[in-house]
């Protein structure tokens, strides 16, 4: 079975400081991992993946994140924070990729201050 | 913009009633997942299914059902409503042929009463 736990349900940072979001994940199988955005009332838009290549995954909108497997840690981070980035932020967890069933964690809000 | 469309975007139904819900699948995917976001939790898989055929279910009753057309656009019917089926439903396009990743629509946000 794989799971998916992020740490802090609410993160707050002020606009261009760092973000770093957490995201630890179980897996019995080499994973693939995904971090997705969602604003308010909308879908998930991915915003990067690791399948397996580099473990320094660069996304969208300045965001990238690191496959630590000793750590079993897929981290989310941004150097330098907008307001923009104001969202939901899910990781998520699958043995596939292509055919994915996605198991996300419970999400970590994300608030900007100005 | 993932050219995954998901109908209608809201709508209100009466506990015991039933729902179908609809998906378009991105042009090029064949292989369409469905997933179940309550409020302010992350989403939950429900199924899956590839060439028309079911591919997988997670931890959800019978009631839920769905169908994948030759198209490979889908629906998600539900059965017997109860107040918990209140939720964002997401509708997740992807080739597990083409190895591409899953894009989601904007969702169906259901509310029972």
């Known amino acids: 079975a794989q799971s998916v736990t992020q740490l802090g349900s609410h993160v707050s940072v002020s606009e261009g400081a760092l973000v770093l979001l957490r995201c630890n994940y179980s897996?019995?199988?080499?994973?693939?991992l995904f971090w997705y955005v969602q604003y308010p009332n909308q879908g998930l838009q991915l915003l990067l993946k690791y399948t397996s290549a580099a473990t320094l995954v660069k996304g969208i909108n300045g965001f990238e994140a690191e496959f630590k497997k000793s750590e079993t840690s897929f981290h989310l981070t941004k150097p330098s924070a907008h307001m923009s980035d104001a969202a939901e932020y899910f990781c998520?967890?699958?043995?596939?990729?292509?055919?994915?069933?996605?198991?996300f964690g419970t999400g970590t809000r994300l608030t900007i201050i100005p | 913009e993932t050219g995954v469309t998901q109908s209608p975007t809201h709508l209100i139904k009466t506990r015991g009633q039933q729902v179908t819900l609809r998906c378009s699948s991105q042009?090029?995917?064949?292989?369409v997942s469905w997933y179940q976001q309550a409020l302010g939790q992350g989403p939950q898989f429900i199924f899956q299914?590839?060439?028309?055929?079911?591919?997988g279910r997670g931890n959800f009753p019978p009631r839920f059902s769905g169908l994948q057309f030759p198209n490979y656009s889908s629906e998600l019917n539900v059965n017997a409503l109860e107040l918990d089926d209140s939720a964002l439903y997401l509708c997740?396009?992807?080739?597990?042929?083409?190895?591409?990743?899953?894009?989601f629509g904007q969702g169906t946000r259901l509310t029972v009463v």
């Open positions: 897996s019995s199988v080499p994973p693939y």
């Open positions: 998520a967890v699958s043995e596939n990729f292509g055919n994915e069933k996605l198991t």
């Open positions: 299914y590839y060439r028309e055929e079911e591919n």
């Open positions: 042009s090029g995917h064949n292989t």
């Open positions: 997740a396009s992807s080739s597990r042929d083409g190895n591409t990743v899953a894009f």
